[in-house]
């Protein structure tokens, strides 16, 4: 048909997510979050970046490359709803889509120049699985995007599902310093599927080569235990807060 | 190679813009024109829409489809900075891109229930040519989606831009009521190529099966002539603004 459009990458993102357990389920949740945005070679170009330094925020369109179906299903069960309330597919952000193309709202925090990888695009706030398909960078407008006066529908009220975190100093002392804010506003998002309420079930979030530990009792979630795992080659360049533009 | 991927039209959007001149340059610019998306019939699922009236806005996701072109270039010349100065693609919402695939903010205004064309999307402020394809329709989430906080980048000052406009009463007795609206405030966009300024040349922007033609000189678009023509069997269905949810 005409109208059928092929996407190619244009480039892969780097996360500190190996797992899909644990990703925010929207992208800005934990600015915490960078991520390495390395382009294909083909599209290795530093005039393709020229001027996104005057912008604070980008879109990312990406590939739920983990995701896709044979068939396309018309509703869909947010678990923000608790994984029994259907909604249809196009007034969710599963996804499951018929075109599985998701859409990013990221922090800009710079381009950091490589000699191996070239010009690479680093941002704060990416809800994405590491070498995520990347098929579109774009500004975000705040005049054209940015909506004060929209309303949210069944997600309006997802700020109540935020928990507490609790670690003791040992357990924090696993994890290197520049990934501990991560990881906590990562936990403090509740990964857990939202119709499990089991409070001695021990759940394990995959996060930049640990195995992170804990189960949620109250209202809290408490680390358990923290195991370094060897896959560490693979992490993304942390950036310094007091380093970003 | 394994993340390519292969969009297919969920629906098809009908406009009053049959030609590119004097489309807005984003979404949401002009809140009066009114888009209707109409579902592909494999697409045409009542269930599919279950939940989006509690959402004020959309997202549309739509094939640039009158602007593929076999290479991409890194940089672009954007009009609102005279048509001279270049950008890098990825710092621009151009449509001649890698992956021609452009992102619109609209206001959601109804569901419409038909016989020929089933659940048809009623929307606001498309910035799109009739019968352009759309790939997804997602809600507009506004703990993700708006930034308060962003800023700009070079499009920051595209306000003073806008321009005022002069039509007679004659000539709007020409124009359909429900359509004069729309009409001035596409002129007041200033539709011209940005790097014109002759203020004795005719513009012709076509729209609703007329042709509004107009002069700018000093800051005014005063229209000349409303020339109605013969296609007008494809416009879409005007919603008054008190029907509107």
């Not at 997510?17 to 070679?41: A, M, N, W």
């Not at 109540?160 to 290197?176: F, G, K, N, T």
């Not at 310093?177 to 990881?183: F, H, Q, S, T, W």
Request: glycine letters at 6%; charged letters at 25%.
């Amino acid at each position: 048909m005409a109208d059928n459009l092929q996407l190619t990458p244009i480039a892969y993102i780097r996360t500190d997510f190996t797992e899909k357990f644990g990703i925010p389920r929207q992208s800005g949740l934990v600015d915490e979050l960078v991520g390495r945005v390395v382009f294909e070679p083909q599209f290795r170009n530093p005039d393709a970046l020229r001027e996104m330094e005057g912008f604070s925020h980008l879109w990312l369109l990406f590939g739920f490359s983990k995701s896709v179906r044979s068939e396309w299903s018309p509703t869909v069960r947010p678990p923000r709803l608790g994984g029994n309330k259907r909604v249809g597919v196009f007034a969710s952000r599963s996804p499951f889509r018929p075109n599985p193309v998701g859409l990013s709202c990221v922090r800009f925090l710079g381009i950091e120049h490589t000699e191996r990888e070239g010009d690479v695009v680093l941002v704060a706030g990416a809800d994405l699985l590491d070498m995520t398909p990347i098929y579109d960078i774009k500004p975000y407008l705040p005049y054209a995007d940015c909506r004060p006066e929209a309303t949210g529908g069944f997600a309006a009220g997802r700020q109540d599902y935020r928990i507490e975190v609790d670690i003791s100093d040992a357990l924090l002392e696993c994890i290197p310093p520049e990934k501990r804010a991560a990881v906590i506003a990562c936990l403090a998002e509740d990964p857990r599927p939202a119709y499990h309420d089991q409070p001695e079930r021990i759940y394990s979030m995959n996060f930049a080569g640990m195995d992170i530990r804990f189960r949620v009792k109250n209202g809290v979630a408490m680390v358990t235990e923290v195991v370094s795992k060897k896959n560490a080659d693979h992490l993304p360049t942390t950036v310094d807060k007091k380093d970003k533009k």
